[in-house]
């Protein structure tokens, strides 16, 4: 199947009441591990690669190994998507390349800076039929004892949601409603903001991406300590937490740190339980196979598993 839209899986999501996971790559290894696992659990996927990924694979690279695998599994709808896109010329570079859908972040700039870049980056998309995601607000974990204000400062305003998603045109939006990204999340309890979630959804009706949304899975971290890594004090979004937030409008659910601790969890492993193997094929291989499992598992959680 040729690569579609990113808007086209998750209207779906958005209409049916699941999420699709937007898995980060960064080489072969994870994409071959993304399409196989939605190969076993016969759901759709979003291939998201950051500006990083961009500049350590090549935007070519990254897209022509997207499009053979998503030949190899014709049945499989999948997206390629911009993370975290800074500005236009990392938006450019990825349309350029074959991307199919983009995100652009002016969320660091005040409201109607964000809009401005924002209605650019849906200019250049959509006449290519290409989807946008912007995002509102700042990804930070929110203590729950800060003040309403504070609160107010950092997450997102629904009724400025409801302003952007029309005035800009985008396909989703991602709000910020406490997570944040990396393994070290919540100092005490997973508690995100749902009563701001709801009414994000309530005002704008569009899919709606959860950003920082690794569950920091217990099997490979204690897997990475095991073998030699440090993950003190690491804590993701649990998984009945995640269920919640599908519960209240989140379609897409962007997952990076799971893939990572996860392989380099098996990396460890390997590398640890035979000191003289010098055949990468022989660390990467079960790595791969292990970060299947990881992503399998969230799918099902997700309820894209069994959607195609
Ligand atoms: O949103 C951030 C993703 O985890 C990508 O991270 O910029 O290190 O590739 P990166
Ligand atoms: P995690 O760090 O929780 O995996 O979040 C990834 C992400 O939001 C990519 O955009
Ligand atoms: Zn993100």
Redesign the pocket.
Known sequence: MPLVSAKIILDDANKNGYAVGAFNVNNMEFLQAVFSAASFEKSPIIIAASEGAIKYAGPEMLHSMVKTLSDSYPEIPAALHL??GSNLNAVMTAVKAGFTSVMIDASHFPYEENLKITKQAVSLCHPLGISVEAELGR?QGVEEHVSVAERDAVLVNPDEAKDFVASSGIDFL?PAIGTS?GAFKFKGEAKLDFERLKKVKELTGIPLVL??ASSVPEAASKKFEEFGGDLKGAKGVPFDVLKEAIKFGINKV?T?TDLRISFLARVRESIAKDKSQIDPRKIFGPARDYVIEVIRERMRVLGSSGKI
Do not use: K, P, T, W
């Open positions: 993370d975290h990804l991602a990204h950003h920082g962007n990076d």
